[in-house]
C-alpha cells in the first residue's frame, strides 16, 4: 500500500470512528477519567459586551451575562466555569460573587463564592468585570465556557454571542487611539482612485516578470498537444501536462526529445547560460511555446507563468498570447510560515497552502511544528509528545494532555470540533515532504526553544512520572526538560509560568538530539533533504533559571555571568550542534541579539554573525525596533525580513470589530506587503499602530543599508500565527489574498515606484501601480484561485458606499469583483442585483451590498442610511 492510499484509509478509519463516536455521545457521555464529558450540552447561553476599554490602569470593562434556558437552575454552588480569556482578567473585580483563578496561560477558572444565588430556569444574570489592556474585536472575546460540576460532569455552553463594538469606548483601544474604523463612506473614499481597467492593461502573470515582450499572433491551445522535453525536465513535463490535460479540448502527448525539436508544440530544453537556478526564459510563437532554464526550479516557475498566462476567457478558443519573457528572482527566500501548534490545521489545508505558494513561485515553507499549546510532529520514540503534548481537553493533572488554549474546550479528541488536538503522523510529515519537494519549496521546520516550549516540557514531565511509577529512574530523567526544585518565578507574554526548558541539563540536550536526528530521517526519508532548523529562541521571559540548582553549577562552571549570557551561550551550543550535522541554525531576531531574556533594550551579538539566520518580525512603526534588520544585516547576519508590520498575516485586515485576528504591531490588507520595500524600509512608515503620523525626521538618526547589508537580506517572509485560527476557513482568510502581495514583492524586490525621490511622487507612482495589480487580483487572481481549488476561503472585501445627490454610488478594492445591492433592507444574495453605476435611492431607507466572487460566495455585508446622508 502507498503512502497515499494509507493515509486515505487511515482518514476514512478515523472518519468512520469520529461519527460513530459522536452519535453515541449524543445519547452517552464521554470517559476523561475523574471527569466526564455530557452527551448534552448545559443548556445555558451566554452573551459577552465589551463596555469600554477607557477604564483606569490601563484596564477594560466587560460583561458577561449568563441566561439560563435549560429546565432546572444553576445552583448556587457545586460548579466552576472554565474558559480562555487571551485579555487576563482582574480577579478583584469579579469578588464578591466569584472566585478566579488563573490556571495557566490564558485558561481562567471561576467559582462561585457564598454570596452567589442560583440562577432559575428562564432567568438571567450579569457578570461585570475589569480586564487587563483593551478589547477592540470580537476575536478579543473570551471563548470556550464549560461547567464542570462536583460529580465530575462536564457540560459546554450551548452559545457564546458577542455583542456588537459601536461607540467610541468600545472600538478604540484608548483615548489615543486614532486607528479608523471603517465605515461604507470611509472605505468608498479609500477606494475613490482605483479603477476598472481594461483585460489588455492587465498583466495576466503575478509575480511580475522581470522582462516582458508581447509578440504578433497567439499560440491556439485545442486538439492534440505535443510536449518535448530534455531528459533533465521529464517531471516539469509531466507537471505542465497535468495542467493542460485539466482542459477537457486539449490531448496532450509527453515525449522525451530525440534529435533535434522541429519548432511545434511545445519544448522544455536547458540552457546553461543562464546562471540563475530559478531563472527561466519563455517564447511563446503562434507555433509553439519554447521554455529553458538552467536547472528544474527555474523550468518549474516558467511553468507556472506559463499557466497564468492561458486565456480561458472563452472556453472554446484557448489562447497564449505570443510573448518573449525572461525573469529570475529578486531573493532567494520566498517563505510563508505556519504555525499549526497554537492551532492545530489540517494536512490537507497544508497542502494547499504549498500548492498556493507554487503558484506564485515561493519556495520556503516555515513549519511552525511545536509551541506552548502544541507538539504537532509524532516523534516515535518519544510518543507523549504527541499523545499528551498534541492534545488539549480538561484536566487538572496534565497527565494525559495539555489544559485547553484559545477556547479549545474540553474535549482532548482530535477532530473532536476543535482545533486543540491533533498533529502529523510521521508518514503525513514524509507526504507533505515530498509534497514540497515537488513543487520546488524547502521545508524548514521550527522546534522551539527554550521558551514557547511547553507542550514538550508537560509531555516530557508525564513521561518521567509514568517511568518512575514504573521504577525507571534512570530512563524517568533521560529526556526530562524542567528541573525537579527550579523555584524560578517568571510569566511568559503568553502568561505562562512553565514554558522555558532548563538549558543547563544534560536532558534538555539529550532531547534535542533525539528530535533532531528524527527530523533528519524523515526528511531523508522523504528525499527532501534538511538543510536548515528553526530554532525559536524568541521571548524568553525575565526571571528563568535564576533559581535553578543546576543553573548556578553550570554557570559557574562555564563561567557565564549571568542568565541573559546564559541565553546567548545556548544558541551558540545548539548551534554548534546542528552544525556538526551540516545544518544550518535559524531563528527569530532574539538569537542575534544580547540582552535577553531580561528585556534591555537589544544590542547586536557579533559573535554570531554569519553563522545563523535571524528572522526580524518585531517592526512596530515608532517603536525603535525598525532598524534591527539593517544593524545585523550590516553586521554581516543573513537575514530574512519577516517584518511584523507588513507580513503577520495573523493580523486583522482593519479596524473594524468583526475583523478578526492581533493588531498589536498593526492592522493592514493586501496592499502593505505589496507596498513593503526591503532596501529603504523606512519609507514604509506612515502612521505608528495607534494612527499618529510619523515625523519626517523620526528616522533621520536610523541605521542606514549598507551594500554589504543589501547582500544579506536573503528575503521576505510571510507569517500565520493562528491564535486566533480556530475556526474552518480561517486560516485561508488571513492568508489570502495577503500572499499575493508578498509573493509580488519577493520576487521583484523593491518595486519601480520606490526609485522615485521625493515621497508624493513615489505614493503617486505606487497607487498607479496598485491599482493595475489591484485589477490583476479582482480581475484573475482570484478567479484562478477559485478554479484551481474548490473551497479556498479567501477574503473577499466588503464595498465602498456612500450617499451622493439622492443615489448610491459603490465600489471595491478589487475591481473586478461583483457588487451586488439591496433596497428593501434585505441580505444581498447572488440573485440580488448587480452594481454598475450609481442608483437612485429616493424613497429607500437604507441599502445593504456586498461584493461576490465568480463562485457566488460573498464576503460581509455593509449598509447606509439614506435618511442620514
Known sequence: MNILQKTFSTSLLLLLFFVLTSCDQQESEMDLGTYRLAGETSGIEMDWELLSNYEPDNNFRAVLTIHN????????????????????????????????????????????????????????????????????????????????FDDGLIKTVDSVHVKPFERDEQVNRSEGDFVEVPTPESDFKKNEYLSLLPPDQVSRITPTPVSYQPGEGAFLLSGNQNIYYHENFSHEAGILETYLSAFSNIHVSVQLLQGEWDGTGFYLEPDNSINNSEAYRLDVTEESVHLKAAERPGMFYGIQTLRAMIETENPDELIISAARIEDEPAYGYRGMHLDVSRNFQPMQSVLQLLDVMAMYKMNKFHFHLTDDEGWRLEIEQLPELTTIGGRRGHTESEENYLIPSYGSGPDPTP?????????????????????????????????DVPGHARAAIVAMKARANRLTEAGDEEGANEYRLDEVGDESEY???????DNVINVCLESSYRFLDLVIDEVEAMHRAAGAPLNTVHIGGDEVPAGVWQRSPACTIYMEENEIEDTQALQVHFFGKLRDMLAERGLQMAGWEEIAFMGEPHGEAKTPNPDFAGTMIPHIWSNIWGSGTEDYAYALANMGYEIIMSHASNFYFDFAYNKHWEEPGFYWAAMFDTKDPYSFIPTNLYRNAIADSYGNPIDPGYFDDAIRLTDQGRENILGLQGQLWTETVNQPGRMDYMIYPRLIGLAERAWVGDAAWAAHERFDEMTVARDEAWNEFANRIGQLELNRLDSYFNSINYRIPVPGMEIRDGRVVANNPFPGLTIRYELNGSEPDSNSPIYSTPVDVNGVEIVKAAVFNSAGRKGRTVSVSVNSN
Not at 466555569?81 to 477558572?109: C, H, M, T, W
Not at 491533533?422 to 522546534?447: C, K, M, N
Open 491 to 497: 510569566r511568559s507574554i503568553q502568561n505562562f509560568n
Open 69 to 148: 434556558q435549560s429546565d432546572d437552575a444553576l445552583s448556587a454552588s457545586g460548579w466552576s466555569l472554565y474558559f480562555n480569556s487571551i485579555r487576563p482578567l482582574v480577579a478583584e473585580s469579579l469578588l464578591p460573587d466569584f472566585q478566579l483563578e488563573l490556571i495557566n496561560g490564558d485558561f481562567f477558572k471561576i467559582t462561585p463564592t457564598e454570596n452567589f444565588s442560583a440562577i432559575e430556569p428562564g432567568e438571567s444574570r450579569e457578570i461585570e468585570y475589569l480586564g487587563r489592556f483593551f478589547s477592540i474585536k470580537a476575536s478579543d472575546a473570551p471563548q470556550g465556557f464549560y461547567f464542570v
Open 415 to 447: 477532530g473532536g470540533g476543535s482545533f486543540g488536538s491533533g498533529w502529523y503522523s510521521r508518514d503525513q510529515y514524509i507526504e507533505i515532504l515530498r509534497y514540497a519537494t515537488d513543487r520546488h519549496i524547502e521545508v524548514i521546520p521550527e522546534i
